[in-house]
Every structure is written in C-alpha cells, then in structure tokens.
C-alpha cells in the first residue's frame, strides 16, 4: 500500500485511526456517533463471537432474544439504573412518516404520536425487559438457574465517539442470569469474569487484570461489578469486560418471586455480563505495530497468505502450482479446539494486476499472521520462504523452509506467535506497572509515561473522586491478586486495606 | 406435558401458537408488536443462521454491519422506497430522558429534541444507509462487485402481528451487492434465488415455488422481485425469502458512480435479498402436527433424546450406563457438511423428577427427531427402541435395535426423517395445487380447500387488484417452470401469456 499510517510515535490517536482505515476494518457512517463495520472487521468480530459463544455454551448458557425498544416505564423502575441511562438514550415518539405540508420532505405524523405511557427507549442494555420477562418465566425453584444470554445491537447516545471504543450504537453480548440463592448468584458473577479472562488471554493474547470496580466505577444497579481490564500501548487502560452481581435489585423492581424448595416465596437473585465490538478495538491497541494491524491467530480471519512470484508464462504455472498445493497442505490439518473446530483459511494472492512487495506490505497491514513468499528459485529447491508478522524485517523471516514440511512448520508457527503475542502484551504491561507511593510522584507519572499505578486508597468515593479530578485517574480495578498489604492513602493518608490500580482510561 | 394443544381441524391458528407456547419457542412480549424469541426457538435460527451463512460466504459473500439509524433524509430520496416504508417505521426524536416536572416519572427532554434534519427513523430495511456508504466505496470497476450481507434486527411497525410470520421487530439477513454490469447483478439476484430455494427444500425441507411477483407485488423501489413461496398445512401460503434485482435505481439515488474498464462514469448497478425469523413460522407451519412441533434433522438443535427407563437402583446404574455409552456412540459419528459440521446433539434425559411418559411427551412436543427408549429389558438383550418423530405411533417405532448397531441406524432415520418430511410437504402442496379455468370455481376453491390455484390473468394490476379485493387472493408467484401455454384471464377473459399461482397468503 502506498498509504502511510503513522507511526505510534508520532501520534497514538491518528496510528489507530490509520490502522483501522487502511486494514479497512470501519468506517465512521453519516449517522451521528454510528459506525459500519467493514467486512475485515466483521471477519474479527465473528471469530471473537464463535469464541465466546463456545466458552458461554461450555458454562451451560442458551441464547435468546428479546425487543429492541423498551417501554420508557420499564426503566424508571430501578432507580439507580435509570438515573445511570437517562441522560443518554435513543426515544421513539412516533411510528409513521407523512410528507410535509409544503410537499418537500416528511415528517413525523402527529397522528401517530405515541402516548407517553407508549413511548420506547432503544435499549441501552436489557435488564428491565429481560426482567420484566422473567417475572412470567419464574414460578419455582425448579425453573432456577435460568442462565440465557443474547448478542445484539444497544446505543447509548454518546456525544465523543472512537471506532470500537466508543460508539452511539455498539454490538455486544449481555448475559442475564436468575439463581435461587445469592451464593449461587455470585458464584456465577465470578464464573463469567473467568470466562471472559479466559478469552482475553488465550483467544485474544491480551492480559487483563481482575477484580471489582470501585463503588464510585460500578453498574447502574449493580450491588458489585466484577471487570478485566488491559493496557494499551500508549499505557492508558480499556475496560475489557464486566460482570455484574445485582442482587434482588431487579427482581424486586419487577417483582419476580419464586417458590422455594422449602415452600417460601423469594426474590430472585441476578447477575448480567457483557462484551462488545469494544473488544476489537482493544485487540487493535493491544498488538498493532506501525506497518499495520497485528492479529493473534486464533482470531485472525486469514491465516495464512501464499504470494506467488513469477515473471515468465512457465514460471507462473509452476509456482502457481506450488501455492496451491502448500494451500491444500495447510488447509488439511485440522487445529479443532484451537480455531473453534473452524477451518485454517489460506489465501493464495494470484492477483496479477499487483507487484509482490506491494502484496507483502498489504497482507502485513491487514495482520496476516504468515506469509508465504514462494518463486521461481525458490521451487528449484523445493523451499519456501515463511514470515511471521509479529516479529519485522529479517529477524521474522525462515528462508528456504522445505515445502514439505511447511505446513507443519506454519502451524508451529501459529501457535508460538499466538503465545509470544500474550508475553509480549504482558512485558509491556508490566513494565508500565508501579507502586507509587507519594503523590507528587503519583501525579508525575500518571502523566509520563502513564500506565497502571497501584497505590493506596482510603476507600471512599471522595477520595476517588478528588483524584480524579486532578489527574484523570480512576480506579480500574481492585484486583483479585493484590498483595495482603495495608498502608496509607495516597492522598489522604488515611488508612488503606490494600492497593487499587489506578490508570488513565479509554 | 399435561398441557394440551389444539388439533390444526380444530382451529389451525390456535394449533400454531400452542406448538409456539407449548414447545417453549417464543413468547409475546409487553412491547407493543414485539416478541421474545426463547432460547428452543433461538437455537432453531442459531441452526438457520448457520446455514444460509456458509451458503452466502461458499457464493462469495462477506458480512458487515451497517447502522441501525437511517436518518430520514435517505428515506426521502427514492421515491418507490418511502412510498412503501414510510407508512410504518418507527422514528427517533429525542436523545435524553429527564424527570418530569411533577417528579413521577420521565419524559423526552425538550433541550434534547433532534432537528429535523437529524431526524432518525429505525432501519426497516437499509437499501439506503446501505447505498449512501457505498458511495465511499465505489470508484472503480476494480471495487465491484461488492457481495455484502449483514445480520441484524429490523423494525416495521405492523398493526396486525403473529409470532414468528409479522413481528413489529424481526431478525433477519439482508444481502446488498453492487456490480458493474446489469446481466451480473440480475444473475445475482437468480443466484441468491437459487441459495435461498437451496436452503428452503435441502435444509428446512419444505418445498417452494420459484420465480417473479407480479409487478403489485414487489419490492419499494425494485425493478422486479424474485421469490420463493411455500404452502403452509392450511394450504396458505407463506412468502418465505425474496431477491430482489434493484436496477440503478438506488445508485441513482445516492449518486454512486464508478469508472468502468473503458473510462466511463456509470451508475453501479444492485441488487437485494432477505430471509428473516419468519421462515422459524413457516418451519413450524410445514411439520408440525397435533402431538407438537416436528423439525427436519439438520435445523434441529436436539438430534436424540434418550430416555433411561429404570425402578430400582440397580437397574438405573446399568440403564444409565448403557444410555451414556450410546450417546457417546452416536456422537462419534462425524455427519460433516450435512449438520455445517456441527456435532449432532443427544440428551441422556436423566431427570429423575418425571417418569417417561412424562418425557415422551416432552421430546415429541419439543421436536426432537429421534427419541431412544431404554430400559432393563432392552438392556438384557443388548437392544433399545428407537421412535421417529415423523411417523406417529407403533408404525414409527423400531423395537430391538441392537445397540452396537444403534447409533449408525440412528444416522440412517435421521437422513432418511429429512428426506420424507420435504416429501409429504410436497405430497400435500402437489394436492392442494390446481388449474383453475373458471372465476366461479376459482371463488370457490380459493375458499375450500384453498391452496396455489393456478390460473390465467391478463397481466394487470387492475385485475390482480379486482381479485383481491373479491377474494382476498393474491398472486404468490410467476413460477420459473410454468408450461408454456397461452391462455385467458380467469378474471377478465383478456388474453393471457401463462398460468400464475394465487393464494391466499401470510
């Protein structure tokens, strides 16, 4: 490609929107906060569904589906909830377009004003309808753990939009679940938060941390709110995923009891998840370099590109022949588990409009993870030429690799680069990572070079708050593995039960 | 399940949505024209959804993600289109909630009022979101053609709904291609006719009729529509997926203009296609009978049921045993492409709450194609009994099926259960399809036993309106294998180039 993207260097914000203009991944639309999702980035976000969607159906869940719009009525239920998605939703008020009087145009009917006991919110998340659809679905115990999940479409009105990041209307996944007893309910919380750690590290190569979110970070409605949360390359964190104990908040809202195995009348106890095309972004931030976009292979769309070299009619025949082969060869080893039982995808670039360096940097950009360079010489000595696109220039490259065992040779190659690609994300994360101890250098820091600060805090929302405000740092999260340590606050120096990770944040 | 379903003579309306209630499908929903799609029904279109899938991608098709939103602006610019949307879309006017003076309550904040230029009305179908990023897309004849598909909901808000066959909101698939020449894409649109008559009789195995709406049938803003009509058991029909070939009408539109090969400028040129949730409907409309739902094999999500038959505990150790080690059996089996390489699903139905009549009842209701018996006696003789579920009664009951030869006979009833379902559907369409040569015995078929009449019609949409309006028959279909033969309006008496099927329909 002859387009340049910037190097991260230069400036951070511009090489993510390069990357994913030139890999062709999205597209701002001329809706408002809206994206489309391009073909190579849809490609992404498939893999990424068919991943979790296994590790969902492994942990005993079903899909289903509930309406886009939600009575305005249903969310004034639970007040912390509301109070958390008012400010930003999507309101249907009428359902018919008449031409305008003056004829140029439409309008919305008057006549087909919906009242204000009809009218509908476009679903931010799903709680209150899928609650108020359990309240029918729930009599007994017996109907207890009810563990469903849906993968849809919600929009929140958001006024500063980022491809994936952040978008007036995002994809994602929502698991909803109802348990008999609070144990059980948290236990699933936590379940999920395994789940979704598990798919950022092993399908994603990215490492998260886990833990809970501070009061002041939590859900609307949320009694806690369990979160993994990444680093990026420019050290800010990305909210990955969250998993949500709600108590009987919402079963109370809507008023959903059941008959327990003791013959008492109980609420229901709830916990919700979700992830979201939020994810591809954070796969681009995470792996990307400054050739273009790098992808861990087990969500890589393609595989595996054979670009072919030849100048002379017999040449092209011959080396044509090669690369189907050495495709045929890859495709027939089957990676089941590791690629979700999905086929090895291998392209052989014979386009013959476009030179082979002009290939070689477009497959790089788009992050195939192998290329095969196969020519003429190359055939003589029955080799090829493979390149990983995680590690650049010589350094990446096996020349004269027997084309025999080449397929068995790309395949370890997969595998090492899926798991270098997680050690390499991990070295980096760790060295952004600190205890801090003073503010002066708390607040120095945060600023340069960034990145997770683990420090101590007094516990209160204040406090949070205050250094908020003065850094841009929130609490991401209060992880799992935090060392048994007490000390002071950081701000305050009032006591502290343990470090939090403060970070600066997508 | 004690819970009864109406017999189809009964009252076949009824019959269709206890099948829905009792087989646990989909339930309305407290949204006005909404419903629930419960995850048996979910999984169904989980099964749908990857199969048309591999059919569109084997084609050459790619997915992506197009906006939800349409702002009213597209609508308005092509005329046939708006014309045919307009009518019933749900429209987008305000983006905050706030309390109400009052304080009971929320309401639109008037501060958060969309002008009319930002006006937004929920996709009803996205030829012109669609079109309007195609623009960016399309240059040159190098770009095309572009063989896009997107999953997604979509929203017309109909008056009159029914589970599964008219929702307000629907799910469903919409394929937008753009090609240089007008012979490629109406080769598309034939080509994704194909796909879609592929999947209705190879998959769903209910039969259809191809070819051309009447003109008073197509498409808003089509040059004409292709469908596939299928019969429903109470000889309606059921328009079950169309393709559309759209001319340059909405690259006329949106201004999309490429070079071509020869240095030209031209309007691209485009065609459109969709399947949605509906065709769950017409699923259970074609199988099923009075004992509950009947699904053909390869949309099934549950393949066997096997339930263990046991008193005494010594008993259940060894049935259950046995019950275990034939699932593991019939699991082994590798059904490839037939099942899109998705493991065939057995239950060993161990729940020890319900006797097995109880579960009998249960399978059969819920569809499952094949129930296994097993129990002390048939373990004794190293046997099992095998029910299909498209055969009622003794008649489809196989007594002594060894059990080391189960699993593959087991194979064999499932291929053989998806071959004659499409074969009675066909068996019932071909009874109730007729040449019909005189109005008065058109009136009076249409009414009893109604069905695909075919008849001659002098190719107006004056008649075909007349009809309608004194039968409420419309025209299905200009079939693709209609015989050649000349003939009379059955209405008008004028002349007439062919036979076209009317029915009432869906």
């Given amino acids: 490609m002859a387009e340049k993207i910037k190097t991260r260097a230069e400036d951070y914000s511009q090489w993510y929107l390069d990357i994913i203009k030139h890999a062709n991944l999205a597209d701002n639309s001329d809706v408002r906060g809206c994206m489309v999702i391009k073909p190579h980035g849809y490609a992404i976000w498939e893999k990424m569904q068919r991943g979790l969607d296994r590790l969902f159906k492994d942990t005993g869940h079903v899909n289903a589906y509930f309406p886009l719009f ?30 305008k009087p003056g004829g140029k145009g439409l309008m919305p009917d008057p006549k087909a004003e919906l009242s204000d006991d009809e009218q509908l919110v476009i679903r931010p998340t799903s709680e209150t309808i899928i609650w108020n659809t359990y309240k029918n679905w729930i009599q007994s115990y017996r109907d207890l753990p009810l563990l469903i999940n849906q993968w849809c479409n919600v929009v929140r009105w958001e006024m500063r939009t980022r491809l ?26 936590h379940r999920m938060l395994e789940v979704y750690r598990t798919f950022a590290e092993d399908w994603m190569a990215m ?15 949320a009694i806690y709110t369990l979160c993994i949360e990444a680093m990026m390359q420019d050290h800010r964190a990305l909210q990955a995923g969250t998993s949500h104990f709600l108590g009987q908040n919402f079963a109370k809202a809507f008023d959903v009891k059941f008959q ?53 009619p017999e040449e092209k025949v011959a ?15 089957p990676l089941g588990d590791w690629l979700n039982y999905d086929p090895i995808v291998v392209k052989v670039d014979d386009r013959e409009q476009y030179q082979p360096g002009y290939k070689f940097n477009e497959w790089e950009l788009r992050g195939v993870p192998v290329r095969v360079e196969l020519g003429p010489k190359d055939i003589e000595k029955n080799a090829c030429v493979l390149a990983r696109r995680d ?16 397929p068995t040779r790309i395949i370890e190659i997969l595998k090492s680069m899926q798991t270098s690609l997680f050690e390499k994300a991990k070295k980096m994360r ?36 205050r250094i908020a405000a003065e850094t841009k740092a929130t609490i991401r999260c209060i992880p799992f593995n935090r060392p048994q340590e ?16 403060f970070a600066k944040a997508y």
Same sequence: chains 1, 2.
Wanted: glycine share 10%.
């Fill in 70 to 99: 939600i009575p305005k009525r249903f969310l004034e239920k639970e007040a912390e909830h509301v109070e958390g998605f008012a400010k930003e939703c999507a309101i249907v008020t009428h359902h018919r377009l008449i031409p």
């Fill in 164 to 189: 994936f990041l952040r978008t007036a209307e995002f994809l994602w996944q929502e698991g909803h679940t109802a348990h008999a007893t609070q144990k059980e309910a948290e236990e699933e919380a």
């Fill in 207 to 221: 490492p998260v941390l886990t833990g809970p979110k501070s009061d002041g970070q939590k859900f609307p409605g």
């Fill in 260 to 312: 327990s195995a003791e013959g008492k009348l109980e609420y229901a106890w709830a916990t919700s998840w979700g992830v979201s095309t939020r994810l591809v972004g954070g796969l681009i931030m995470t792996h990307s370099d400054d050739q273009g976009l790098v992808l861990p292979p087990r969500l890589a769309p393609i595989h595996v590109a054979i670009v072919p070299i030849f100048k002379k």
């Fill in 319 to 333: 080396v044509l022949k090669a690369a189907n082969e050495l495709a045929a060869g890859i495709r027939a080893i």
């Fill in 391 to 406: 590690v650049p220039g010589k350094e990446g490259k096996e020349m004269g690799v027997p084309l025999a065992g080449a």
């Fill in 430 to 465: 760790d060295a952004y990572s600190y205890e801090v101890n003073r503010w002066d250098e708390f607040k120095q820091k945060i600023e340069e070079p960034g990145g997770f600060l683990w420090a101590h805090w007094d516990g209160t929302r204040a406090t949070e708050d």
């Fill in 486 to 501: 007490k000390g002071k606050c950081i701000l305050t120096g009032e006591p502290s039960e343990g470090r939090v990770v």
